[in-house]
């Protein structure tokens, strides 16, 4: 009974080790990149300043 015990804190153990990442990527961060490695694309054209013209209904 002792060892049936052991062995299961083993894999337990060691299923928590996987998905903390301890061997490696995690399954749930796999295929994930990080925000600020994405490029940014700037576009200048887009933001137009000028004067405000409010709409009455």
């Not at 002792?2 to 062995?7: D, P």
């Not at 998905?19 to 990149?33: H, M, N, S, Y």
Request: net charge positive.
């Amino acid at each position: 009974m002792r060892a049936i015990f052991i062995i299961l804190m083993l894999i337990n153990v060691g299923v928590f080790g996987v998905g903390q990442g301890w061997f490696g990527t995690p399954r749930a961060e796999a295929g994930r990149t990080a925000a600020n490695k994405l490029p940014v694309p700037l576009n200048a054209e887009a933001a137009k300043l000028g004067p405000v013209q409010l709409q009455s209904r």
